[in-house]
């Protein structure tokens, strides 16, 4: 059973820094890729990033290019997202999910989420 | 990018079926056939009902359906149950690694 268990959310300043974590288990870990989605109060899903299953090929969406981070370590089968330069726009729920394949053409499961709260 | 185009609320009774559309461009559903469908209950993880614009992810009731035409894309929900009452997110490959999610439509079941 694919499980992902993210941790790491809470209440930061603007401004501030946050590393979101997601523990993986149930599949081969290294095989897919993984994303991070998002969910503002009251919004839609937005997809924020997704990286490759060897973390070759990462990509972000334009609004958190420069100030988030994904990565992924497969001997732990955790993936990882490192957020700076935080404002409350990024204010939201962040689900982990599984890419179907490698090259991620959809998500086939996602957690329960984090959330992250940015306010003074 | 622009998010994919989804009503904002569909509503219907019991056993009626309603569709649920999204539009994008050439760039996404126009170009690929990675079309995919959420149900997401509040407060829970999403679920995948249709990968490939019309397969029906693993347990989903064949109540479900879709399609997609040019760069619109369409779920189908037909015998309407009180359980189907949820949001709805289509969501599209978008090249190389990326998607791209439409808004969300709210699902009431009268």
């Known amino acids: 059973e694919v499980q992902l268990l993210e941790s790491g959310g809470g209440l930061v300043q603007p401004g501030g820094s946050l590393r979101l974590s997601c523990a993986a288990s149930?599949?081969?870990?290294?095989?897919?890729?993984m994303n991070w989605v998002r969910q503002a109060p009251g919004k839609g899903l937005e997809w924020v990033s997704s990286i490759s299953g060897s973390g070759d090929n990462i990509y972000y969406t334009d609004s958190v290019k420069g100030r988030f981070t994904i990565s992924r370590d497969n001997s732990k089968n955790t993936l990882y997202l490192q957020m700076n330069s935080l404002s409350a726009e990024d204010t939201a729920v962040y689900y982990c999910?599984?890419?179907?394949?490698?090259?991620?053409?959809?998500?086939?499961?996602w957690g329960q989420g984090t959330l992250l709260t940015v306010s003074s | 990018q622009s998010a994919l185009t989804q009503p904002a609320s569909v509503s219907g009774s019991p056993g009626q079926s309603i569709t649920i559309s999204c539009t994008g461009t050439?760039?996404?559903?126009?170009?690929?056939?990675?079309v995919s469908w959420y149900q997401h209950h509040p407060g829970k993880a999403p679920k995948l009902m249709i990968f490939?614009?019309?397969k029906q992810s693993a347990g989903v009731s064949n109540r479900f359906s879709a399609s997609k035409s040019d760069n619109t894309a369409s779920l189908t929900i037909s015998g309407l149950q009180a359980e189907d009452e949820a949001d709805y997110y289509c969501?599209?490959?978008?090249?190389?690694?990326?998607?791209?999610f439409g808004g969300g439509t709210k699902l009431t079941v009268l």
């Open positions: 050439s760039t996404d559903i126009g170009s690929y056939n990675f």
């Open positions: 969501c599209s490959f978008a090249g190389y690694g990326t998607l791209i």
């Open positions: 490939e614009v019309n």
């Open positions: 149930g599949f081969t870990f290294s095989s897919y890729a």
């Open positions: 999910a599984k890419g179907a394949y490698n090259w991620n053409p959809w998500i086939d499961y």
